[in-house]
């Protein structure tokens, strides 16, 4: 029989028992019976598990592996058949620390082999002080790392539910900026197609207006220029038989018989596409210098026009009052308005009823309606105006 006595050792010894859990015991006392091997397999739990191992190799009868304690109870037991056999235990602390392996004959009772061990308490796995410590530690630890981690996917949440917000208010904002944007578009383009439609309305109105003060001119022989040549007593033009432009002198200009000295009077001039042409008043003065020097001098004082030249439109005789772009109309209508403080000669286009140019001026005399068909060969007309009756109190 062998036994083996584990006392106290010292902790480096602990630990190699601990880790490799192995421990062989090995005697050979019987013929053909080899001693049972104790092996410290592993800690399981609270308590170690051994495992105990022999081989028979002949017998005259039956054997058993037993466990068995300090006091000959039997703790467990297997039947030993020729060859290698094998019994695990698990031994608790504080159940008896004395434990053997032994071999028995089965019917004889005999103890063949046996191998004992003894282990003290401080081999069993125990939690010590420190590893409580560390192990509440330990859990706080989690616990805190776990609450941690809690708390940032929780202020996480909060911030994309934030950013989230944030977002769709800013979408809000944008869509709302582009809505506002789009109906003040819609209210400006509205706005200004009721400005343009209010400016057409007021500029047709005022030209109806003027239109209705119309008077019917004829052109006077007398008074007109060698170089031009008059038909139907209504339109002039530049002779075309004569040649002598570059000894023109003077301006070539035709005055109406008619002249205004009151009220409002309106004519219509048909200036087709002539590239140059004049139209205008000059004063009963001017007039008779004229006819004094044959319109061979050119018009100095005492007159208003606007000529149509180098697709411009140029006023003379005041500071004009711009109404429209320099477009190129075929029909000119001329308001002249004596009476009142607000005296001036105004220009429409007759096809499109809207304001070319008026000039501001003092009128105190009898004034006179020329006609300038400018250097090329086309007629320039004054034509009849027909005033519709709703128009003739306007």
Request: hydrophobic share 40%; charged share 25%; proline share 4%.
């Amino acid at each position: 029989m062998e036994a083996l006595y584990l006392n106290a050792v010292p902790s480096y010894s602990e630990k190699v028992v601990a880790h490799l859990l192995l421990f062989l015991l090995m005697t050979y006392s019987t013929a053909g019976i080899r001693s049972p091997l104790i092996m410290l397999q592993q800690y399981e739990g609270s308590g170690i598990r051994l495992i105990c191992k022999s081989k028979v190799e002949e017998s005259p009868e039956i054997l058993l592996l037993s466990w068995m304690d300090s006091k000959g109870q039997e703790l467990a037991s297997v039947p030993i058949i020729l060859g290698n056999a094998s019994l695990d235990f698990l031994l608790e602390p504080g159940y008896d620390n004395a434990i053997s392996c032994r071999i028995i004959g089965k019917s004889s009772g005999h103890v063949l082999e046996s191998t004992s061990l003894v282990i003290e308490d401080t081999f069993f796995p125990a939690i010590s002080g420190y590893m409580v410590a560390f192990f509440l530690i330990a859990v706080l630890g989690i616990l805190l790392i776990i609450g941690t981690v809690f708390k940032l996917k929780r202020d996480k949440l909060k911030i994309a539910q934030a950013v989230n917000e944030k977002n769709a208010l800013q979408d809000e904002i944008l869509s709302l900026q582009n809505s506002r944007e789009s109906e003040k578009k819609l209210f400006e383009k509205d706005l200004k197609e009721a400005q343009d439609k209010f400016a057409k309305d007021t500029a047709e109105l005022d030209f109806r207006r003027a239109s209705s003060n119309a008077v019917n001119l004829t052109l006077d022989p007398k008074c007109t220029h060698a170089k031009l040549n008059i038909k139907d007593k209504n339109k002039v033009r530049l002779n075309p038989s004569d040649s002598g432009l570059k000894d023109l002198k003077g301006t070539p200009i035709a005055v109406a018989n008619e002249g205004f000295d009151e009220d409002k009077k309106y004519w219509e001039v048909e200036v087709g596409q002539k590239p140059d042409w004049e139209l205008g008043v000059l004063s009963e003065k001017a007039r008779k210098k004229l006819e004094q020097e044959k319109l061979e001098k050119q018009l100095e004082d005492d007159y208003v026009s606007m000529r149509w030249f180098q697709g411009q439109y140029h006023c003379s005789g005041g500071n004009s009052l711009i109404s429209s772009e320099n477009k190129e109309c075929k029909v000119v209508g001329v308001y002249l308005i004596m009476d009142g403080e607000e005296q001036m000669l105004s220009f429409f286009d007759v096809e499109q009823m809207n304001l070319i140019r008026s000039i501001p001026a003092k009128f105190s005399e009898k004034m006179f309606p020329f006609f300038n068909p400018g250097k090329d060969e086309g007629y320039l007309g004054v034509r009849p105006v027909n005033i519709p009756p709703c128009l003739e109190s306007l």
